[in-house]
């Protein structure tokens, strides 16, 4: 798989990753053995970046990553960087967001996944003015020289709130919505964070599965699935879930973009690949539910760069479906 440098960590990641939000919670029942099964299928296609959560689950998802990592390390399989976040276990209030604190989240992300030291920590789209305070920063800093993390990032919702971090020098992650339904990152993110060499995680890569191309207007979900519970913002930012597109326009959309698909991929593939092909992307996080999605999801990356007249059909049907929707949202 195709390698790019994340950022400010100095760590070569390949450009798909896992997703591990699905492993803990949200998206219904997963049983850990299926899990488990999820995260080796990534690591034998040749996955080395695996994003995760405190959050998730409450440390499931961390705990299962722990064991795939203790496995690699064991056996000498691979080189495998994980990322975790911290910080949406507790009230959304920026005092909440101090050393003392991280320390304590730390100490259990740590505990979890099985680590003294953690590849990459990501606030966890904390409140806005969190990014644009020093002390917060000074304490991520303090986590590097007491070698508990070796770098940190941010995962944010809006764009502002990345070019604020991408501002800070020892940011070296940007974690933000980018897809086919989420452009507005193209305009100012991408380019700040390349010049500033910092990495970009694209998350919510299909659109909480819009993109896939497997749903109609018969579609249900299950109640413990966000895809249910949060279509209105009801639990968390509403941009989580479909990328804050509402659910019939999406359909349309996806529709919209099928005449544009390589031959022989899916929809899931062509979508990936877009992503893949703007410049500044570092690495994409789709997650999975079993090994099949996992081995789909990669093949992603040895698609041919889209062409012209592809990347205009989503340019065009962004414009015309999507921005009216969410482009000033976020």
Not at 14 to 41: F, I, N
């Amino acid at each position: 798989m195709e390698t790019r440098r994340l950022g400010r960590t100095g760590r070569d990641v390949g450009v798909v990753g896992l997703g591990a939000w699905q492993l803990g919670a949200d998206w219904g029942e997963v049983d850990e053995r299926d899990a488990l099964a999820v995260l080796h299928a990534a690591v034998d296609a040749g996955v080395t970046f695996i994003d995760t959560a405190d959050v998730y689950g409450d440390g499931r998802s961390e705990r299962l990553v722990g064991q795939i990592l203790k496995e690699t390390v064991s056996n000498g399989s691979g080189d495998l960087t994980v990322a975790t976040k911290m910080g949406r276990r507790v009230e959304q209030i920026p005092s909440n967001y101090n050393l003392d604190a991280f320390r304590a989240w730390n100490d259990r992300s740590r505990e979890n996944l099985g680590v003294d030291t953690i590849d990459l920590v990501q606030l966890h789209c904390p409140p806005t003015p969190v990014y644009s305070t020093d002390a917060v920063f000074d304490a991520l800093d303090a986590l590097v020289d007491e070698g508990r993390i070796a770098s940190y990032g941010v995962s944010v919702e809006t764009c502002a709130e990345a070019l604020t971090a991408i501002a800070r020098p020892n940011v070296a992650s940007i974690q933000i919505i980018l897809n086919a339904f989420r452009l507005k990152p193209l305009d100012e993110v991408l380019p700040a964070a390349r010049e500033a060499g910092v990495g970009i995680i694209a998350r919510v890569p299909l659109a909480s599965g819009l993109l896939s191309g497997k749903y109609d207007e018969n579609t249900t979900f299950s109640a413990d699935d966000h895809r249910t519970y949060n279509r209105h913002g009801e639990s968390f930012d509403v941009g989580e879930t479909f990328s804050g597109v509402d659910f019939t326009t999406g359909l349309e959309a996806v529709r919209r973009l099928i005449p544009a698909l390589p031959t022989g991929a899916s929809m899931a593939q062509f979508a990936l690949r877009w992503i893949l092909d703007q410049a500044g992307v570092t690495v994409v996080i789709p997650g999975a539910r079993n090994p099949a999605q996992v081995a789909a999801n990669v093949a992603a990356a040895d698609l041919s760069p889209l062409t012209e007249d592809q990347l205009a059909a989503v340019q065009q049907t962004y414009d015309d479906l999507i921005r009216p929707q969410i482009h000033n949202r976020w």
